[in-house]
């Protein structure tokens, strides 16, 4: 856990030798560091325009400090344990002990001076993903900067030419580097405070990982088939809700560095996408949507107006997507007799349990598990399982909140006869037409 003011006013500083480029004699400030899995309290600023900051889901924006015109931030790409949710840790490369890195923010306009410490097993850059800086300064290595090995600290200097959601990750050894959890958000607000405010701001990054059952590192050379579907780091139901005030206007920026594609899909609303990585989109351009397609590389934006009280899912709309570790290749037994296939299984696995003849619903079954390896579909909720995994959490929208009160409300309270109800009565069975049989008449 950091201190912002310990780190803007008596931010310790250590010596530049390893330093590249033209602030070679200028000392570094201090790396903070998080060992939290939770929201962080937003940044609010304490100089220059004011903004709304964001939040980060499970994670948290990078101090800065000011010296002179330029805004300096310091990342340290290193190893890092990240859970992924309760009884699950995974041993990943990130920045400043979590992966992903810290969210960075500044302001349209700022000149920011960023140091990258190398503490990883090989060389390393950054590139700032849809950003619009000098070509010297994105980070692709051997094309644009030399890869900067272990030990060593480059900088990065650059004006943030527009306001806008962006990302980082490394373009050195990407491949390895990006599956082993290297990547951030960088948001930069508009200078002019008016230009679409929000009440509430979040942001997280999609990535995925093929994490074996009682596993604790990821396959970096898998290319499709994944087991762990991530937001931030996290899997349902590590994932933070997204606690709102009834009446707020939110907004959420979501990055994408996996390799697929995810419907995003809001429940009780409607909202806008209002932009992307490569700028704000006209509000003339804007279209209701209730999901929105996040392509592999990109950044989508939306707003909504939160004027439907309650708890509502939110998640993508893969179902896949929304379970936790599990082959791919399981054998469809729907009607199968669960009774003759206990006693198969039975006699080669003695502890082994027969599913799947009615279904998957996993609210009810037990079964022994590998250490360090979460259910396929988990949770509850105050009427049950809610049986999810993966890219889903809930977004909490509550009458009481305080302006930055962003902690989980705790189950919603129904009013009264607005929850779904189970009749007395069964429907009575329809009438069937059998197979070879005249067609039915319908009586007028």
Known sequence: MFSRRG???????????AVQGRVQAASIPEAPH?????MQPPLHPISGPDYRPVVTLN???????????WKEFHLVAEPVVREFA?????NLWGYNGQSPGPTIEAVEGDKVRIFLTNRLPEYTTVHWHGMIIPSGMDGVGG?????????????????????????????????????????????VHPRDPSFRPVDRDFVFVMSTYRVDPGTYLPHVNEMTDFNMWTWNARVFPGIDPLAVRLGDKVRVRIGNLSMTNHPIHLHGHSFAVTCTDGGWIPESAQYPETTTDVPVGAVR??????????????????????MNAM??????????????????????????????????AMGNMEMPAPDNTLPMMTGT??????????????????????????????????????????????AAEPARQQPGSPPMKHKM
């Open 143 to 187: 094309l644009n900067q030399p890869h900067i090995q272990p030990g060593k600290t480059f900088v990065y200097e650059f004006e943030m030419k527009k306001s806008g959601t962006f990302m980082y990750h490394p373009h050195s050894d990407e491949m390895v580097q990006m599956a082993m959890g290297m990547m951030g958000m960088v948001v």
């Open 301 to 322: 934006v939306f707003d909504v107006l939160a004027d439907n009280p309650g708890d509502w899912a939110f998640h993508c709309h893969k179902s896949h997507h929304t």
């Open 86 to 90: 309760e009884g699950m840790k995974v």
């Open 34 to 38: 998080m060992d939290k899995v939770v």
């Open 381 to 426: 909720g105050q009427f049950g399982p809610i049986e999810m995994g993966g890219m889903f959490t809930v977004m909490k929208i509550r009458e009481d909140l305080a302006r930055d009160d962003y902690r989980d409300p705790g189950p919603y309270k129904f009013p009264q006869g607005t929850v779904a109800y189970e009749v007395a009565a069964p």
């Open 59 to 69: 994670g948290w924006s990078l101090p800065f400090r000011m010296n002179g015109d």
């Open 327 to 360: 082959g791919h290749d399981v054998r469809n037994l729907i009607g199968v007799s669960r009774k003759d296939l206990a006693k198969a299984v039975g006699k080669l696995a003695p502890d082994g349990m027969a599913m799947g003849s009615t279904g998957m």
């Open 7 to 17: 780190f803007l006013g008596t931010a310790a500083l250590v010596g530049a030798s």
